[in-house]
C-alpha cells in the first residue's frame, strides 16, 4: 500500500507509511534488522535505492530477470513469487513486494518465480513461463 501512496499518488515515503512500516518491522524482528535494515538512516537508503530502482524500470518500460541481475540467480528466486490456481488463475504469494507494486503501477508484464502450482493449473504452465515484454 505504501509503495502505491508514494509512486502512485505521489506522496513521500514518510508520507506514505513506509518508514513507519520498516521500522515497526525491525522492532519486532529478533535480530532488529528488516530488508536488511537495522536503522532509520538504512530505511531511507533502501527506499531511495528503490525509487532508482523505479525510474530505471519506468524509463526502460521492462523489468530485468533476476538471472541478468546476477547470472548465478535461477528461476526468479527472490523475485515476486506467483502461485497458480485452478485453471492457472496467477495469486500473488507475498515475496516480491515492491517489484509487484512497480507492476502494477506502471502496468507492466514482469518475470515471477512460479510457487505452488494446481493441478488444474499445469496446462498453463507453458503460458507462464514465457518472459514477454510488452507490446
Same mark, same amino acid.
Given at each position: 500500500?505504501? #509503495? !502505491? /501512496?508514494?509512486? =502512485?499518488?505521489?506522496?513521500?515515503?514518510?508520507?506514505?507509511?513506509?518508514?513507519?512500516?520498516?521500522?515497526?518491522? !525491525?522492532?519486532?524482528?529478533?535480530? =532488529?534488522?528488516?530488508?536488511? #535494515?537495522?536503522?532509520?538512516?538504512?530505511?531511507?537508503?533502501?527506499? #531511495?535505492?528503490?525509487?532508482?530502482?523505479?525510474? @530505471?524500470?519506468?524509463?526502460? =518500460?521492462?523489468?530485468?530477470?533476476?538471472? @541478468?541481475?546476477?547470472?548465478?540467480?535461477? /528461476? @526468479?528466486?527472490? =523475485?515476486?513469487?506467483?502461485?497458480?490456481?485452478?485453471?492457472?488463475?496467477?495469486?500473488?504469494?507475498?515475496?516480491?513486494?515492491?517489484?509487484?507494486?512497480?507492476?502494477?503501477?506502471?502496468?507492466?508484464?514482469?518475470? $515471477?518465480? !512460479?510457487? +505452488?502450482?494446481? !493441478? @488444474? $493449473?499445469?496446462?498453463?504452465?507453458?503460458?507462464?513461463?514465457?518472459? +514477454?515484454?510488452? +507490446?
Amino acid at each position: 500500500n505504501y #509503495c !502505491i /501512496r508514494h509512486w =502512485g499518488e505521489g506522496l513521500s515515503w514518510d508520507d506514505a507509511g513506509a518508514y513507519d512500516h520498516s521500522l515497526e518491522e !525491525i522492532s519486532k524482528s529478533a535480530h =532488529g534488522i528488516y530488508d536488511d #535494515c537495522s536503522s532509520l538512516n538504512d530505511v531511507k537508503l533502501r527506499f #531511495c535505492r528503490l525509487d532508482r530502482i523505479f525510474d @530505471e524500470i519506468s524509463k526502460s =518500460g521492462s523489468f530485468s530477470l533476476n538471472s @541478468e541481475i546476477n547470472r548465478n540467480n535461477l /528461476r @526468479e528466486t527472490g =523475485g515476486i513469487l506467483v502461485h497458480l490456481g485452478p485453471q492457472g488463475v496467477p495469486y500473488f504469494a507475498g515475496a516480491g513486494y515492491h517489484r509487484f507494486a512497480i507492476a502494477k503501477i506502471l502496468n507492466l508484464r514482469f518475470p $515471477a518465480q !512460479i510457487g +505452488c502450482v494446481h !493441478i @488444474e $493449473a499445469l496446462d498453463h504452465l507453458d503460458e507462464y513461463r514465457q518472459y +514477454c515484454k510488452p +507490446c
